[in-house]
């Protein structure tokens, strides 16, 4: 059968029901949390900029935040990555290199904004591109940062693994440590932890003080990449997210150039069905009104940051037409294969929101349009529903028993959907 000629049947709806209701309670949280309540939004530096960042630059950023629009639409931080330390000072005190000559000036210009400003750092001695880390300065660094007014601490673990080592415990104490220390400056500092979702991270990034965790390796700008970490390595993850603290499945390469708009919007709706932060990647300073019309798109953007805080999963999976039981493969069958584009065809993820309200996906992962179509009752809910289109920002009316249409290849339709 070819994939524009898939159409679920009934009977193939009824295997593979997934109510609602049978899924995994979210796991109550450790710490009475104020911050990221909702997945953080901003922007970082490392997909588009690497190395080549600089004060001026992030200021320049600041300034298109809230010329661009994207402000408005919600996202607040601005993150340094890797690259702006230099050595310490005779008292062990972190230096920022030439390229950023006053953090604490830049943190106030972007305060003046009304934004806030993140920084990077390693648990080991060097970064990731080897500069300098907190290795043994956890407190010092902290403080440092808290001076600057610094809002949000990215932590990457990369030259821990030859120090602390690539060993659970002590990796886990070397996250505590500098949760607890930021903790000490008394100023909210939003706690993401980078270790590449090492150790089941999900399981303990919330108990030691994370705001945030990596679940996996490096995004890059392609479809094959983004489509993997996206759809297939956040499986069986969902229970771990909630107010306060969030799986990171790595931050949006949408605008920086080799994916078209259609798999943009993809990679916007998965996010935003996963409830993952929203940290844009791209030139801000230099976006297409295509870019902005992803980036800003608000009906994406309530899902993403839904106050039901609940992240989203996916209800069925065809390969060449035919329905695939979706619990046939495990999260761990598929984080342990590395292969690049997941196996199957088309797949409809829900996500439950506020309100009694539910997200809906439609993806279709083939690069030919397919007709997809999904039951309410896949997900426990029967009768009428109204839906909307959040790309088409229309509402498309009450439907009996569920919805179908054609979606372009590597495309998506999103639609919130309610009683
Ligand atoms: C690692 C992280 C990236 C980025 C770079 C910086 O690869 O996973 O997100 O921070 O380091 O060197």
Redesign the pocket.
Known sequence: MKPSQLLMTAASALLLTFPLCARKAPRAHAKSATLAQTPPMGW?S??HF??KIDAKTVREIADAMVSSGMKAAGYTYINI???WEAGRDAQGNIQANDKFPNMKALAAYVHKKGLKLGI?SSPGPQ???KYEGSYQHEQQDADTYAKWGIDYL?Y?Y?SAGKTIGWVKQPMIDSYKKMADDLKATHRPIVFSL?Q?GGFNVWQWGDSIGGNLW?TT???NDTWNRMAHLGFDLQLGLDPYAGPGHWNDP??LEIGNGHMTDTEYRTHMSLWAILAAPLLAGNDLRHMSKATMAVLENRDVIAVDQDALGREGYPIARYKDGQPLNVDVVTPLDRRSKEKVGGGDDQEVWIRPLAHNQVAVGLFNRSSEPAKISVEWKQFGMGGTLHARDLWAHKNLGAFKDGYSATVPGHGVVLLRVWK
């Open positions: 970082n490392w997909n690497a190395g990555d890797d690259t990077y970064t990731c591109a990215k990457d990369c980078c590449y990596r390796g490096d995004i790595d931050m």
